[in-house]
């Protein structure tokens, strides 16, 4: 009988940095912090306080500490993250906040860092947005490191992971990872996470595999033992055998070839391989990956999502703030297309700020542009702070979570109005700012034909219209299989979207994770779609993909497509459709079509 540490074993996760690697496991537990919960006397408070403000002092100077270790400066993701931190710890309202719960309930300064920090990370994590959900692990790596000094603790460190090691977590908060230098860590697996965490953006930016989401890894995993991870699929398998090793071997090899082939196409405009255009963007978090996305090929910005000015600590942002970010990323692109999205936020990332009550379901509550018409104290600096910007580049207005004509009409009365504004006060305005609309609810499919008359473009959110299209969660683990952009059904929606779009004489781009997968960007340039919009490392290997299959080809796959009844269908057409096409390889895991691209087969 072999013993779990010989003995085979597949665990399933969720593919979070591409890439296969194998090494021993390094298991990182960390144990919760206990914290008293203790009256202060009143000729104790200033003593806590100080202890507070002390605290604070330390946790600043580990971070500036962490910024100049790191080699690549502020190019690197982690210095972003830790400038993130930095501005939390150094959030007026926020000390204010916590030092007067110190003075008013006379209690001891790590229970009201304790309490504080978790409120603000309830709110996070009920945002219906992965992305913001995904950054209360910020919240709790300052919460973490405040009470590692107010309690005089030490915390398990990562500082002694071996070379090599492939680190096993329930969760790595951000600065953990960060500490980690390039070459130290070989590979990732965590319990929790998300696709858009910090530790999955760190993974991919430093080429590092990880896999996320592996339930009770730290369990089926022994200290020390030989795991495989494969970041492309999603899958760590422990104690491999000698034909896993085998394949784990091409496969990196195959990437090598891959990175040499696509090497030199940054600069290509995107089209297909009978030179229908597809002009590939970028989807950027912040002004500094402007300059990123462009090295990287970008041919403008699909997607800049403006929430990370709002919940980076320095409490809302002003319209000089904001119209500072937004000249930054139109002047890195010059003429090329800037597209702003306005804040995709719900509620309860505000009550705190303004008084807004808890939603009990903010998927469905007041969330994108329904939450900024209702705050026109919020939605007016940004409207124009973005129309300041436009005199110095191309930038255009996107707005999320669009359900009808009247929310776009009322938008553009209040452009109508900032532009009024601006103008009285002496700024030069470009002539028109396009306005565009996202189409990410049933909703706004149903009435494209009617919005696509009053829209200046759109753009597909697929993640959010595949989760509203489908009702499924996709952060439920019992029906995440359910959740497949191949479905016929989102497959008609943006048929029906781009058709009436074009009828209308308006483009269509795409900006979700769909844009980026093989089988769903194959059959988005089938249905259509105009332009593509990806992370920027995806931007030269979309192009090079592209530029090796013609369009007619992609719209007789897409017809066909649009026949089937089920995702299975789909998945059988593409597969046969593009055997002849050596290069794309097609397989089915966990029920979905996942694929691949291999220009030398």
Request: hydrophobic residues 45%; contains cysteine.
């Amino acid at each position: 009988m072999k013993s779990r540490r010989e003995k085979r074993r597949v665990l399933r996760g969720l593919a979070a940095s591409p890439g296969q690697v194998i090494g021993p496991a390094y298991l990182h537990v960390s144990r919760e912090t206990q914290v008293p919960s203790q009256r202060v006397a009143p000729d104790e408070i200033a003593a806590e306080i100080r202890r507070f403000r002390d605290s604070l002092r330390k946790a600043r100077e580990e971070i500036r500490e962490l910024r100049e270790r790191l080699e690549q400066g502020s190019d690197d993701p982690g210095d972003q993250i830790l400038a993130a931190h930095l501005m939390i710890l150094q959030d007026r309202e926020l000390i204010r906040e916590i030092t007067a719960a110190i003075k008013a309930e006379r209690m001891n300064a790590a229970d009201v860092v304790r309490r504080t920090f978790l409120a603000k990370t309830h709110y996070i994590e009920s945002l219906p947005s992965e992305v913001f959900r995904g950054r209360a692990a910020d919240i709790r790596d300052v919460q973490r490191r405040l009470l590692v000094h107010l309690l005089e603790e030490k915390h398990a460190s990562l500082a002694q992971v071996p070379e090599g090691s492939i680190v096993v977590a329930r969760e790595l908060v951000p600065s953990e990872t960060v500490s980690l230098g390039p070459g130290r860590l070989a590979g990732v697996v965590t319990e929790q996470g998300t696709l858009t965490s910090h530790v999955t953006i760190l993974a991919r930016s430093r080429g590092v595999p990880a896999v996320i989401g592996v339930d009770d890894a730290l369990a089926d995993i022994s200290h020390g033992e030989t795991i495989l991870v494969d970041g492309d699929h999603g899958v760590v398998i422990v104690a491999p055998n000698d034909d896993d090793i085998g394949h784990q071997r091409e496969s990196i090899e195959r990437v090598r070839r891959i990175g040499a082939l696509v090497a030199g196409r940054e600069q290509e405009a995107g089209a297909t391989q009978d030179g229908h255009p597809v002009p590939v963007r970028a989807n950027i978090e912040r002004p500094e990956d402007g300059a990123t996305a462009l090295q990287a090929g970008a041919e403008g910005v699909g997607l800049f999502r403006t929430e990370f000015l709002f919940l980076d600590g320095g409490g809302l942002p002003g319209e000089e703030r904001q119209w500072e970010a937004y000249r930054q990323v139109a002047e890195v692109f010059a003429a090329a297309p800037v597209t702003i999205r306005t804040l995709d936020l719900g509620g309860d990332k505000h009550a705190s700020l303004m008084g807004i009550a808890r939603e009990e379901n903010p998927f469905l509550g007041l969330r994108g542009i329904r939450f900024c018409l209702e705050q026109p104290d919020l939605f007016l600096p940004q409207v124009r702070a973005i129309l300041r910007a436009a005199s110095g580049g191309n930038l255009r207005m996107l707005l999320p979570m669009v359900g009808s004509v009247a929310q776009l009409r009322a938008t553009r009365e209040l452009v109508a109005r900032a532009t009024r504004e601006l103008r009285a006060e002496g700024h030069t305005l470009p002539a028109q700012v396009p306005v565009g609309v996202m189409i990410e609810v049933p909703a706004a499919v149903l009435m494209s034909d009617a919005l696509a008359r009053e829209a200046d473009f759109f753009s597909i959110g697929s993640n959010d219209l595949i989760q509203y299209s489908l009702a499924v969660d996709r952060g439920n683990a019992r029906i995440a299989r359910l959740y497949d952009a191949l479905d016929p059904a989102i497959l008609r929606a943006i048929e029906m979207t781009v058709r009436h779009a074009h009828a209308a004489g308006i483009r269509v781009g795409s900006c979700g994770e769909m844009s980026g997968e093989l089988p769903g960007m194959l059959l988005l340039v089938g249905l259509g779609i105009d332009e593509l919009s990806v992370a920027p490392v995806l931007v030269a290997r979309t192009k090079a993909i592209l530029g090796g299959i013609d369009f007619a080809t992609l719209q007789r796959l897409a017809r066909r497509c649009l026949e089937a009844v089920g995702a299975d269908e789909v998945a059988q057409v593409l597969t046969e459709g593009l055997a002849h096409h050596r290069q794309f390889h097609f397989e089915q895991l966990d029920g979905r079509l996942r694929g691949h691209w291999d220009p030398d087969d």
